[in-house]
């Protein structure tokens, strides 16, 4: 069940240059949330097998938001996630291709910020953005 004082985020990525994007990021965000007594969790799994093999098993309340790449370098994908269990509503999708994001929406995901690898501080800002308005909701 999701805790009003803690925000637990999970990041299906393999692509370390956009993990570190994101991880400084949501640093500035703990930092913010610190001064309102609250904690960031952040769990990175960089290859599907952790999907198959552990994250489906989760609660579907485990992760308040989860933070999705399509490709895995090692030839699977990230959307074999479970969306009916985690709720498509917590899933920012961060595909560098668009027909990747585009099948995101069908299976019901709203919020999409595709990588730009040219300014990946950018595209990690507004994807905290997204993490943000989540966690408020």
Not at 31 to 54: A, N, R
Not at 85 to 99: C, H, M, N, R, Y
Request: proline share 1%; net charge negative.
């Amino acid at each position: 069940m999701q805790n009003k004082n803690n925000i637990s985020v999970l990041i299906l990525e393999d692509n370390l240059y956009a993990v570190s994007a994101l991880l400084n990021q949501l640093g500035n965000l703990e930092q913010e949330l610190m001064s309102e007594s609250k904690d960031l969790t952040v769990v990175v799994y960089p290859s599907t097998l952790f999907v198959e093999g552990e994250v489906n098993g989760h609660s579907g309340d485990d992760f308040d938001v989860i933070i999705l790449d399509r490709d895995d370098k090692q030839g699977g994908s990230f959307h074999a996630i479970d969306l009916e269990k985690f709720g498509a509503q917590k899933v920012i999708g961060i595909s560098t291709v668009p027909e990747w994001n585009e099948l995101l929406k069908k299976r019901g995901v709203t919020r999409i910020v595709r990588k730009d690898f040219l300014d990946l501080e950018k595209w990690a800002k507004e994807v905290v953005r997204h993490v943000v308005d989540l966690s408020h909701s």
